[in-house]
């Protein structure tokens, strides 16, 4: 019984001090707060984004990561496809060891960059890149990237949340080419 009592305290405790941002918990929780400079040194905050009635897609990345590179083309492609829904994708830079401007720039990226954000990334647990999280306009978070998801499953995901519908593939015929 007294190994029971224990090992019950033991996941309450632990089960109460979730953090919001760790992989799978926070969703639904308030969304810390942060004020980042934008590339051009101007501040960006959380909070006032929300109170513009935007979601934020949060995207901790670095020019290292292979991953991260594999869904930038992702982020442009929500970001195309958006229509008139009020969503910002901000790249937050962390753990740099080249610039992140200059890689941007290469790879014909244009969304938001805010640099030097790892301070961010540890107020949401955010431990490893590729790290994701969705904010919608109250304040709450919607999504947090699992580090065990899928590139395809982290795309998934993001259409869903942010109800922007998949881009359908052209129509090819047999040979790959497109259908007249």
Request: net charge neutral; aromatic share 8%; glycine share 6%.
């Amino acid at each position: 019984m007294r190994k029971r009592v224990i090992g019950l305290l033991f996941a309450f405790l632990f089960g109460a001090m979730a953090i919001p941002g760790m992989a799978g918990d926070g969703v639904g929780e308030l969304a810390p707060n942060w004020i980042l400079p934008d590339t051009s040194g101007k501040p960006v905050s959380l909070y006032e984004e929300a109170e513009a009635g935007k979601t934020i897609v949060m995207f901790f990345w670095a020019s290292w990561c292979r991953n991260c590179k594999s869904l930038l083309p992702v982020l442009k492609e929500l970001d195309a496809n958006k229509g008139d829904r009020p969503i910002t994708f901000y790249l937050m830079n962390v753990w740099e060891d080249d610039d992140p401007v200059a890689f941007l720039r290469r790879t014909g990226v244009t969304l938001p960059v805010l640099l030097q954000a790892e301070n961010v990334a540890q107020r949401y647990q955010i431990r490893i890149t590729p790290g994701i999280v969705v904010v919608d306009p109250e304040r709450r978070i919607r999504y947090v990237r699992d580090p065990q998801e899928s590139i395809s499953d982290i795309t998934s995901a993001l259409h869903r949340v942010l109800d922007i519908p998949a881009a359908v593939p052209a129509t090819t015929n047999a040979i790959g080419a497109p259908a007249s």
